[in-house]
């Protein structure tokens, strides 16, 4: 079976960094899976934050990240990475790293295939 193991987050003060890191075990062809990152804060809905298709070529992000996170992986490795830059608090929220078994990347939650349990990231004012 898949399994994705997210890490990275922490509490930041708004403005740093942090990078999410997602490994991706068991009997898969990471290679071929496109992958994204989606965020939940407390009494709202899962939401899209990035997206990566399975060389890496072609990337998409929410409106609300746009120029701050970036997405990547290395299939060697078999890790997705997101990078988070300028932080704010309004990016507090629990982050998920997903995996579709199809290659092309998609923002549709219902694409993906495989989660990981997510990793808590609090930004303070």
């Known amino acids: 079976q898949v399994q994705l193991v997210e890490s990275g987050g922490g509490l930041v003060q708004a403005g740093r960094s942090l990078r999410l890191s997602c490994a991706v075990s068991?009997?898969?062809?990471?290679?071929?899976?496109?992958m994204g990152w989606f965020r939940q804060a407390p009494g709202k809905e899962r939401e899209f934050v990035a997206a990566?298709?399975?060389?890496?070529?072609?990337?998409y992000y929410a409106d609300s990240v746009k120029g701050r996170f970036t997405i990547s992986r290395d299939n060697a490795k078999k890790t997705g990475f997101l990078q988070m830059n300028s932080l704010k608090p309004e990016d507090t929220a629990v982050y998920y790293c997903?995996?579709?078994?199809?290659?092309?990347?998609?923002?549709?939650?219902?694409?993906?295939?495989?989660w990981g349990q997510g990793t808590q990231v609090t930004v303070s004012s």
């Open positions: 997903a995996v579709d078994t199809m290659p092309r990347a998609t923002m549709n939650r219902d694409d993906y295939d495989y």
């Open positions: 068991g009997r898969t062809t990471f290679i071929t899976y496109s």
């Open positions: 990566i298709n399975w060389s890496g070529s072609s990337t």
